[in-house]
């Protein structure tokens, strides 16, 4: 009898699955052979195996397969010589179908037995240990499926597919234990036990053969960074095989850019600690010599285009430090200026003469022939919801017209403004039917215009605010924008409804409605207590209409009519003035209090002109917009003045992510009344300009600008028995803030990149500086020294004002009772101050989150230059509110 040893190979599995690793035992080939090493091998049997012939062959075991399908997996026939190495092959033949557990061959007088245990099929999949990779990116990678017959190598790769995932992540300390849970009707649960580890930290950076820039300088040009506590944040400092190779060409960039030009790479080789935990990279680098520029020429064979002329206004001449980025640059800018003449596929190639002698590169610049191209065809592809007028109103081109770089890259800025599609739109150039035909393409993804806010938060300015909005900026596709919102807070309530229509009767003129009630509180402060003054009733509407008198110059011409009605509580009125008749009391209110009360409509006619070159009008990285607003109040209503506003901002990408912005306003307002009130301005308080939070960061609301403040009368401590001095603590003021005729401010920003993490939450920091004023108005008749009293006569109170202190005693002499007599109230003095066009300045940093409970938005500031009765504030936040 031949009989097959295979106890080694059948134990075999386990051993191999329980030892795999990632960065340690055999590898899949070491296994493969060990496996084929410990198969098991026919032993001979006692007869002669040359003298019997195979007379039967019988399959046991087998639950799936059928007899005949096995049988044809071997060599072995009826008829055939029984010999060893006939049954070691069959056994070879049979186990490298990776079916089969355990297979035996025996022979009884030539009728072969063959015994077969067949492979589990696999019941299900279970992956422990996976924190940092989910389950939803682990089970795609895995080949073994469930209800498939499980095999070693198909398990085997899985465990190196696994660990290629984790070591993408940088995590090469990871290891994968594949494990078999056995359960009846031969089927088993496979179990990767995944250990993690921690991520495989760059510890060092080293570069060898240096000599022209330091190690500092060639670190900071990397992507790849070194592990340092202050980088704790940072996931460039893990090690990553694709950002070491793209380090080798941003280290071969700067040489180029700095004018080495034989500059290369020799060698960069990554080595893991032996903990696994951390990796040390050596570059060795050969920088060779700085070269300059030789002769610089264009040859054109554009029949527009003078390579004289050209090469003139290049920006690289013969003897500059040769710089390769200055020469994609004009490589670029040549081809964007011939597509501007209508060569789309112009192409511009740089020919170089390097003179290793002199250590001078010549470049030219060669302009091949290309046909003038027309745009054959536009299509907008994508859009599902959005009208494709839409989208073809935007672009600046037709179909039939010369192509026009410039004008491709507007109306892409035009598209990507509409706020509809993906951030990273771009129109697409294509080939048309003939060389000189061309096909954009406008490929849309659209995201969701429709906008559903119901949101509570809390403002520094405002306490506790609730908010209720409905919008939606394409409304029916039609690229309308239309909109109710309602907001609640301490001091502010308001409920406006809008629509716009870019696109009037498809024509380019734009129209719009709205329709609001607005009721704003104004306040001042006492002892840090908020303090209602005066309450403001709006209600009303505006219609405007806008025509483009070119590319980026807009006309909006607008009406509006606002029914405005001004109070003040009913402990600012008193009969003092005229006994019987409540009056607003100038000694409670002020005199500019009781001049702003009253009913009062303004019929307003404004027209504006804007001048818009942004990028992106929702978040600019480039641009200016610019724009002039004039308000003339007076065509019907009481009210009548004239209004004049200015504004601009300018916007640069500098670099890095890095995007600078500077921006500035002013404005002026002038009454057409004369409304003959001594120390009264004729400009009403409610049309003035203000100047504060949230405009200007680092003062409050209101908090800049000509004001009166009422301070207490304190006791003189360096002369007790003197007259009574103002007290200089702001809190024991009232501080009522005038506003002025005149304002402007100035703003310079810098908005830093952050990491793709934190970009992908929406923060974006920036550092800033502020600078403003507000000044004007007519200064207010302030009211001296005066002391209030209370006189209590048989049971009678009675309130009062004195000039001085040496007139309260003898008020009350002739009441007697008990009770009877003056009580003495706070004496305070007024005084108006703040009214100057000297600047205020403020810096600070701040933070914009589009946090998951709506838009957030954080200040820290400093206050460099403020005048007297500025209200100051260092910190200030907003949750819930737009921004």
Not at 2 to 16: G, I, K, M, Q, T
Not at 93 to 116: C, M, P, S, W
Not at 437 to 466: D, H, K, M, W, Y
Not at 702 to 726: F, T
Request: with cysteine; glycine share 8%; aromatic share 10%.
């Amino acid at each position: 009898m031949v009989r097959c040893v295979n106890a080694c190979y059948a134990s075999s599995l386990p051993a191999l699955l329980l030892g795999t690793t990632i960065l340690s035992g055999l590898p899949s080939s070491a296994l493969a052979q060990a496996s084929v090493d410990a198969a098991p091998v026919a032993e001979e049997a006692p007869a002669n195996p040359a003298e019997t012939a195979i007379k039967s062959i019988n399959v046991v075991g087998n639950q799936r397969l059928e007899p005949q399908t096995i049988l044809s997996y071997t060599r072995m026939r009826v008829g055939q010589p029984y010999t060893k190495e006939a049954a070691d092959q069959a056994l070879k033949d049979l186990y490298e179908t990776e079916l089969f557990a355990d297979v035996q061959v025996r022979n009884q007088a030539g009728h072969v037995e063959i015994e077969v245990r067949e492979n589990p099929v696999v019941n299900r999949i279970i992956l422990e240990g996976n924190k940092r990779i989910k389950d939803d990116k682990i089970l795609p990678e895995i080949k073994v499926a469930p209800r498939q017959i499980f095999t070693r190598s198909k398990v085997r790769a899985d465990v190196a597919r696994i660990i290629e995932l984790y070591k993408r992540q940088g995590r090469f300390a990871a290891t994968v234990e594949p494990k078999m849970v056995m359960l009846d009707q031969n089927r088993v649960d496979i179990v990767f036990e995944i250990t993690e580890g921690d991520k495989s930290k760059v510890r060092q950076i080293n570069i060898i053969g240096n000599e022209k820039f330091s190690d500092g300088d060639l670190r900071s040009e990397m992507v790849t960074k070194q592990a340092r506590f202050f980088r704790l944040f940072s996931s460039n400092t893990s090690y990553d095989p694709d950002r070491l190779a793209f380090d080798q060409q941003k280290l071969r960039q700067f040489y180029l850019t700095e004018g080495y030009a034989d500059f290369r790479v020799v060698s960069a080789v990554a080595e893991l600690t032996p903990d696994k935990k951390d990796f040390i990279i050596t570059y060795v680098v050969e920088e060779g010599e700085r070269y300059k520029f030789g002769a610089v020429s264009v040859d054109s064979q554009l029949r527009d285009f003078d390579g004289d002329v050209l090469a003139k206004r290049l920006p690289m001449k013969s003897g500059d430090w040769y710089n390769a980025k200055q020469v994609e640059d004009t490589i670029e800018g040549l081809n964007e200026t011939a597509g501007t003449f209508g060569y789309a596929f112009a192409d511009v190639r740089p020919q170089y003469e390097r003179d290793k002698e002199d250590l001078t590169m010549g470049v030219t610049f060669v302009i091949a022939e290309a046909p003038r191209v027309y745009v054959e065809r536009i299509d907008v592809n994508g859009n599902t919801l959005t009208q494709d007028k839409v989208v073809r109103r935007e672009f600046r081109l037709g179909e039939g017209d010369a192509f026009n770089s410039l004008q491709v890259k507007r109306s892409t800025n035009r598209i990507k403004s509409l706020g509809y599609f993906q951030e990273k739109f771009e129109v697409e150039q294509k080939p048309g039917s003939a060389p000189d035909r061309i096909v954009l393409e406008a490929n849309v993804e659209e995201r969701p215009t429709g906008e559903l806010q119901l949101s509570a938060g809390f403002s520094s300015i405002e306490s506790f605010i609730f908010q209720a909005s409905v919008r939606q900026r394409n409304f029916r596709g039609r690229g309308q924008t239309i909109g109710l919102s309602g907001s609640y807070s301490k001091y502010t309530k308001s409920v406006e409804a809008s629509f716009t229509e870019p696109y009037v009767f498809d024509r380019n003129v734009s129209a719009g409605i709205d329709i609001y009630r607005r009721d704003y509180d104004s306040f001042n402060y006492f002892n840090r207590d908020r303090n209602t003054t005066y309450e403001q009733s709006t209600t009303g509407f505006q219609i405007r209409a806008g025509v483009p008198l070119s590319e980026y110059i807009t006309a909006v011409a607008r009406y509006t009519l606002n029914y405005d009605d001004i109070s003040l509580g009913s402990r600012f009125f008193t009969d003092r003035v005229t006994p019987g008749v409540l009056e607003c009391d100038p000694l409670l209110a002020g005199r500019y209090l009781c001049d702003a009360i009253g009913k009062r409509t303004s019929s307003i006619i404004g027209l504006s002109l804007i001048y818009d070159t942004l990028d992106n009008r929702i978040r600019p990285s480039r641009g200016l917009l610019a724009s002039i607003n004039t308000d003339v109040a007076g065509l019907g209503g009481s009210v009548k003045y004239a209004r004049i506003r200015a504004n601009a901002a300018k916007y640069w990408p500098i670099g890095g992510g890095f995007i600078f912005s500077v921006s500035g306003e002013g404005g002026a307002i002038k009454s057409l009344e004369n409304r003959n009130i001594p120390n009264v301005d004729d400009v009403r308080l409610t049309d003035r300009f203000f100047l504060g939070e949230p405009q200007m960061r680092g003062f409050d609301i209101r908090g800049v600008g000509p004001r009166v403040l009422r301070k207490q009368l304190i006791e003189n401590p360096d002369d007790p028995d003197g007259p009574l001095i103002p007290s200089e603590l702001r809190r024991n003021a009232t501080d009522d803030a005038l506003g002025g005729k005149y304002y402007y401010l100035a703003r310079a920003e810098l908005e830093i990149p952050l990491g793709s993490g934190a970009r992908e939450l929406g923060l974006r920091p920036s550092i800033f500086v502020d600078a403003g004023a507000v000044w004007g108005i007519t200064t207010p008749a302030a009211i001296p020294a005066t002391f209030p009293y209370t006189v209590v006569c048989n049971g009678v109170s009675e309130n009062g004002y004195a000039n001085s202190q040496d007139e309260i005693p003898a008020l009350g002499a002739e009441c007697v009772a008990d009770g009877d007599g003056v009580v003495e109230g706070t004496p305070f003095q007024e005084f108006f101050v703040g009214n100057t066009w000297k600047p205020r300045v403020a810096i600070g940093i701040g933070v914009n989150w589009n946090s998951p409970f709506g838009p957030f938005r954080i200040d820290f500031s400093k206050v460099l230059l403020k005048r007297e009765g500025d209200d100051t504030k260092s910190f200030t936040f907003n949750v819930g509110t737009q921004f």
